[in-house]
């Protein structure tokens, strides 16, 4: 991560307009790669890092980087591979011809910059995130840097996704919105090296290596190879993936569990307990409509994915991605099954509680308000 925290990243957008014909001319992309941290590094003693580079194999037109005396070469990043292409969904720059260029003066000529050139003025379309006292972040209630994705997205975010999912306005801000926290916020973070907990805790197990970041290195070639622009549009297509979900599969559950809340006193009488009619992605809906509803769900019940007819009873945690709850199934039913738990419980036809007690089945409907019952009074 520290590796390419370093690099500078050389590009520019350059619209080029024919001033006799109409419009812009599109022309050979150049979509560019993470900085490989397999790069030259070689001492930046003597001859230049770009001859360097050249002469390991890079490519002339590829990055090139002094840093603390060691010479990288390479590629971009995701995060400005992502930010051009989301330019790239645009009315606007659609058609633009990607440079890469670190020259003032070319830089000048370009109807967007991104990445590179010390300004953040998005009147004049310059987006780089590099200057000392740059502090943006995407609105007022975040506080993670943006990086050039980031900055992209802020302005151009709303018109990507309406090119990509259509003009529903009517949610598109719900999207805008649970884009950034859900994608966008974590690679503004990585790029920027912003841990997700504090630096006096350790974490207790590496990051998953397959998130897009550690993807997108993986489809690096190596430093002495040549690399071709549909790798990187492949993880680009993350992003248009991540929003077609949310438009096809997560919105419309909101409806699920509006239709669930409405119904809560005929399941439980404490009204703590709802009962989906499929399972959905229910977490962040049900925590948003807590809040209309003065109310907080304890277990959601509903049936499971399969044909199989069984139930799951699962537990709300206290926050949409934590797996801490805010009331756990009893201590004494955890990690049982079967028979066995059946026993322990005193509930007919139970099949599991999970060790960490945060989710549990049963043959019947009726199985888990049972479990929900006797887990409420425990
Ligand atoms: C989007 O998030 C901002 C704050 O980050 C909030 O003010 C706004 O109401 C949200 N909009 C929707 C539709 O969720
Ligand atoms: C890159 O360098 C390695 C080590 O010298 C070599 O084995 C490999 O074939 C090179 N790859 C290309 C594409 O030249
Ligand atoms: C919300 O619920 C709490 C606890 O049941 C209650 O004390 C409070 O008065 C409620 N607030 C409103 C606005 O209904
Ligand atoms: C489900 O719960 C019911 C009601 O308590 C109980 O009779 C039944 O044995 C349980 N079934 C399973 C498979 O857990």
Redesign the pocket.
């Known amino acids: 991560m520290v590796a390419y925290k370093f690099v500078l990243m050389a590009l520019g957008l350059f619209a080029m307009t024919a001033s006799t014909s109409a419009g812009v001319v599109s022309a050979r992309t150049h979509l560019t790669h993470e900085l490989s941290k397999r790069g030259c590094n070689a001492d930046c003693e003597g001859d230049s890092c770009i001859n360097k580079c050249k002469a390991s194999g890079v490519q002339k037109d590829f990055i090139d980087v002094c840093r603390d005396g060691t010479c990288y070469c390479g590629f971009a990043a995701y995060d400005e591979a992502l930010a051009v292409w989301m330019l790239k969904q645009t009315a606007a720059f659609n058609q633009a011809k990607l440079i890469r260029t670190r020259d003032p003066a070319r830089l000048a000529e370009c109807s967007v910059v991104v990445d590179v050139g010390g300004v953040y003025d998005p009147t004049k379309h310059k987006y780089d995130h590099h200057q000392r006292g740059f502090a943006e972040t995407f609105d007022a209630q975040h506080h993670t840097k943006l990086s050039s994705a980031g900055l992209v997205y802020k302005h151009f975010g709303r018109e990507v996704i309406r090119r990509l999912v259509g003009a529903d306005t009517k949610h598109l801000d719900t999207i805008y919105n649970k884009t950034y926290n859900g994608f966008i916020e974590s690679l503004d973070a990585h790029d920027n090296g912003i841990s997700a907990y504090p630096s006096n805790l350790t974490p207790l197990f590496k990051q998953t290596p397959t998130h897009l970041p550690a993807r997108v290195a993986q489809k690096n070639p190596a430093w002495n190879e040549t690399f071709s622009d549909t790798e990187i549009d492949a993880s680009c297509g993350e992003l248009a993936q991540y929003i077609h979900t949310l438009v096809s599969s997560w919105l419309p559950a909101r409806t699920l569990v509006v239709e669930a809340l409405a119904r809560r006193h005929q399941v439980h009488p404490s009204g703590r307990v709802i009962a989906l009619d499929r399972n959905c992605p229910w977490k962040e809906h049900l925590m948003e409509l807590e809040n209309e509803h003065n109310t907080s769900i304890l277990y959601v019940l509903y049936p499971e994915s399969s044909s199989s007819g069984n139930w799951r009873i699962q537990c709300v945690p206290t926050r949409p991605e934590g797996f801490e709850n805010r009331k756990g199934l009893p201590e004494a039913w955890r990690g049982f099954q079967d028979q066995e738990l059946?026993r322990i419980s005193t509930?007919?036809?139970?099949?599991f509680v999970h060790a960490g007690g945060f989710i549990g089945g049963?043959?019947?409907r009726?199985?888990v308000y049972?479990?929900a019952r006797l887990a409420l009074d425990a």
């Open positions: 059946c509930i007919d036809d139970c099949i049963n043959k019947t009726h199985g049972e479990m």
